[in-house]
């Protein structure tokens, strides 16, 4: 049986880690694609995470190239062309080069592999996906933005800190857009089953959900040049897992709307069922007054950056 074929589109930070983290794995063989001045880097990457395996094992191969022709009938596509923010950037600013990248990679997606899973990161993301999906007429199941589940996360990371247990013990989720609008549902966050609003005292929760809001803002301060890359690669990876294997997990990410939660023709961060069919359905849940009009927020900032594609 043939082993998946991954591309990755953006051979960066964040596509680096992302072959390493699918070879660690054997999700399947690996390809990281770059433009023709990056060929080099991405080959040499390439050949780095392919020496690393004797030390860990993995079966795959990885390889890289700038040549579309490599990446005929691959089954799973992860984007992250394009540039990252900046220290005093949001990511909005991001849009005239990312938009016109993301044309080019959504036609040339479309000619090597109709029938493949795509997962976008390049930011704007919430208007990136949509111009994905918009220039590939690509099926809605098939095409997805990774954002919810890194925010998500953020924010787990947090409350484990403040309250000093494990991680793994946390459930919540995070929706709306990957902006500074995103909408973390305190109300129905759990540390091990016990809701988390019997935890934390409200003042103190808020502070933890405006840090998770600008949690990305905070890393590209600290480091001065470009933006995280370790745990965006992680989260795409686990959506990239969910379809690859099947594994039918509920993560919350940018899907498209289409009556869910009153929203419709927007890609926005919505707890999403991935499975070998894709995105296979939103699960929608009863918002309260508070959560209907944060969503409404959030959504008017994605529809804002959405208008400017001209898509
Ligand atoms: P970086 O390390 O600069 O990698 C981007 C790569 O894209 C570079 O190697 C470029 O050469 C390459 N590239 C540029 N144009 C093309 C093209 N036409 N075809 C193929 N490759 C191209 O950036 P990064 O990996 O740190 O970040 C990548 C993107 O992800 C940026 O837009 C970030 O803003 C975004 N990002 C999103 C999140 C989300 O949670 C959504 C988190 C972190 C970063």
């Excluded at 080099?40 to 995470?49: E, H, P, S, T, Y």
């Excluded at 909005?92 to 592999?113: F, P, T």
């Excluded at 999403?272 to 009863?286: D, K």
């Amino acid at each position: 049986m043939n082993k998946p074929k991954i591309a990755l589109i953006g051979g960066g930070q964040i596509g680096g880690n992302l072959a390493l983290l699918a070879a660690q794995k054997e999700l399947g063989d690996v390809i990281i694609f770059d433009i023709p001045q990056s060929e080099g880097m991405v080959k040499g990457k390439a050949l780095d995470i392919t020496q690393l395996a004797p030390h860990d094992g993995y079966d795959v191969s990885i390889s890289g190239t700038s040549n579309w022709d490599d990446l005929k009938n691959s089954d799973v596509f992860i984007i992250t062309a394009g540039i990252p923010r900046k220290p005093g950037m949001n990511r909005e600013d991001l849009l005239d080069i990312n938009l016109g990248i993301m044309k080019d990679v959504a036609d040339n997606v479309k000619k090597q592999s109709p029938d493949s899973f795509v997962i976008v990161i390049s930011n704007p993301l919430d208007a990136m996906v949509y111009a994905f999906h918009k220039v590939s007429g690509f099926s809605k199941n098939k095409v997805v933005g990774m954002a919810g589940a890194l925010d998500s996360g953020r924010f787990r990371s947090f409350i484990a800190e403040e309250l000093n247990c494990s991680v793994q013990d946390i459930s919540c989720m995070v929706l709306g857009g990957h902006g500074d609008t995103m909408v973390p549902i305190t109300r129905l966050a759990t540390v091990g089953g016990v809701p988390l609003e019997d935890l934390i005292d409200p003042k103190r929760l808020e502070e933890i959900v405006n840090r998770t809001r600008f949690a990305g803002g905070e890393i590209v301060k600290l480091f001065g040049k470009g933006s995280a890359f370790y745990a965006p690669a992680q989260s795409a990876i686990e959506m990239a897992e969910s379809y690859i294997r099947d594994k039918k997990r509920v993560i919350p990410c940018a899907s498209l709307c289409e009556g869910e939660f009153g929203i419709n023709g927007y890609f926005i961060g919505v707890p999403s069922l991935i499975s070998s069919n894709g995105v296979e359905r939103i699960l929608e849940f009863e918002l309260n007054d508070r959560e209907k009009s944060e969503l409404n927020n959030t959504l008017e900032a994605v529809k804002k950056t959405v208008e400017e594609t001209g898509l």
